[in-house]
């Protein structure tokens, strides 16, 4: 379940260590935008010493590295060994590129240790794409995840509120990690103060196939995990739906239909992923947006 | 000859700016730490100093700590960080 992943700053310890606080799904620990050139090395230092004794509690720890080019190869060397659940590689391009980084990081694992997961991050015209390819490179990518900032740059245009200049890239990205059968992950909305904003935008993003978002700040949390949870009206629908499948197939029915709809493989599964989350989230008391 | 120097870390909440300087041969590790919580977390801190200095196989350097209530795993790491800053180790030996 990745409905929120948090960036932190990596070389910020306050920041750092309250990483399991938020109860955000994951926390990415950011080696790269956040940090300026000259602490990369103190970062990645700071990232490796938390990876190791920090308590996350549940939230899965993700480490967004630098590209191979600005020091990515120092950070997997350190960063691997201390565990981390997931690397969060940006401005993928190319599945070359992604299967040199995986053998690096595979170089990097002590004997024993949980492999490490794989997000790559698409925030470039080529890597959006190549965005089928690249979810379906390796078995360890786990989700593929949309950055819009540095997208719509390379695309030579503003970047709106509305998201009417990243709609084929979310569809895209969606679509591609659908596909491969991994989570979709989109880009923060970056306005903190706007909560209705950031309401519509993960609305949008949700009814888009994502199944989780970016966050830059811990307001985000409970609004993004309120839109992507169940709500008690679709957990109901979902049991409804449920109940009758169990009805038709005790008394032989061909044709099964709740609220005057037909239901079909695709819904079942719908109803079935619902209640599936709708019980690891424990629910039942979400207030519908 | 310039002794060797670096520094690591800031002065905001949580973290502990840490500058360290090649010493002469057999003058062991000296610490000069400032702290608001000195007495409470002061000999953590020293231990901890000495624990990263001793783990690196680094036996003589000066070590002036600027702490700002950075927990242990922080005072670990800026001090490696200015040890490697300072050319006293190496990257070798930090991941071996």
């Known amino acids: 379940m990745r409905r929120t992943l948090l960036f932190l700053p990596g070389n910020n310890p306050g920041n750092v260590q309250s990483g399991g606080v938020f109860e955000a799904d994951g926390i990415i620990l950011d080696l790269e935008d956040a940090v300026s050139p000259l602490e990369k090395d103190a970062a990645r230092l700071l990232v490796a010493r938390a990876l190791t004794t920090v308590d996350y509690r549940k939230s899965e720890k993700i480490v967004r590295i630098n590209p191979l080019a600005a020091g990515g190869a120092k950070d997997i060397k350190t960063i691997v060994p201390c565990e981390p659940d997931a690397l969060l590689l940006p401005k993928v391009e190319s599945v070359e590129e992604l299967l040199h980084q995986i053998e690096l990081i595979e170089q990097s694992e002590r004997d024993g240790q949980k492999p490490v997961m794989i997000m790559p991050l698409l925030e470039t015209p080529l890597g959006i794409a190549k965005a089928n390819e690249i979810a379906m490179a390796h078995k360890r990518i786990v989700a593929l995840c949309l950055g819009a900032e540095d997208y719509t740059a390379a695309l030579g245009t503003a970047r709106t509120k509305e998201g009417t200049e990243i709609f084929l890239a979310r569809s895209l990205v969606a679509n591609a990690a659908a596909a491969a059968n991994i989570d979709s992950i989109d880009t923060p909305f970056t306005d903190v103060q706007d909560e209705d904003g950031l309401i519509k935008d993960t609305i949008l993003t949700k009814s888009l196939g994502f199944k989780g978002k970016l966050s830059i700040n811990p307001r985000q949390i409970d609004t993004i995990h309120q839109v992507f949870s169940p709500t008690q009206k679709e957990v109901e629908w979902a049991k409804r739906v449920l109940y009758a499948i169990d009805e038709g197939k005790r008394k032989g029915s061909g044709v099964i239909a709740v609220d005057g709809k037909m239901i079909d493989a695709p819904v079942v599964m719908r109803a079935k992923r619902t209640i599936e989350l709708a019980e690891l989230l424990n629910v039942s008391e979400e207030v519908e947006i | ?96």
């Open chain 2, 1 to 96: 000859m310039n002794a060797k120097v670096g520094q690591a870390g800031t002065l905001e909440s949580n973290d502990i700016m840490i500058t360290v300087s090649e010493a002469p041969v057999g003058t062991g590790i000296a610490i000069r730490l400032t702290s608001s919580v000195l007495p409470q977390y002061g000999p953590m801190i020293h231990a901890t100093l000495e624990t990263v200095c001793k783990n690196l196989g680094v036996n003589d350097a000066e070590i002036v700590a600027v702490d700002k209530g950075a927990l242990e795993y922080t005072i670990e790491a800026r001090l490696s960080t200015a040890l490697l800053r300072a050319g006293i180790v190496t990257e070798e030996v930090m991941l071996s």
